[in-house]
């Protein structure tokens, strides 16, 4: 099954982000390549595909798990958590109609 996974980042997170986000893009990377990621990215702070140092508010990754438990156990374990990059992250199924 397909689940969203949504964080969002505490405020001034930019540098925490840019320096965890070697490894985060790796763990997606693998995603990808097991062919269970349908899409992954940052969501600006301002309307523009570079913000610049406005930075992000959060990520989002829609990817395929064995489970909603699974899906919040990679969760947990994204290096933008362990680099305190989110404040929070949710978790949950996901149905893609199109």
Do not use: N
């Given at each position: ?15 925490a ?47 395929e ?28 199924p ?5």
């Open positions: 099954m397909l689940y969203m996974i949504q964080g969002q980042d505490v405020p001034d997170s930019l540098d982000r840019l320096a965890a986000r070697p490894e985060h893009l790796a763990r997606l990377q693998t995603l990808r390549d097991d062919g269970r990621l349908v899409l992954a990215g940052p969501c600006p702070a301002i309307d523009s595909d570079d913000p610049g140092p406005a930075g992000f508010t959060g990520s989002l990754i829609v990817a798990f064995p489970s909603l438990e699974a899906a919040r156990a990679w969760a947990d374990a994204d290096p933008y958590v362990a680099a305190g990059v989110y404040a929070r992250v949710d978790v949950q996901f149905k893609q109609v199109f």
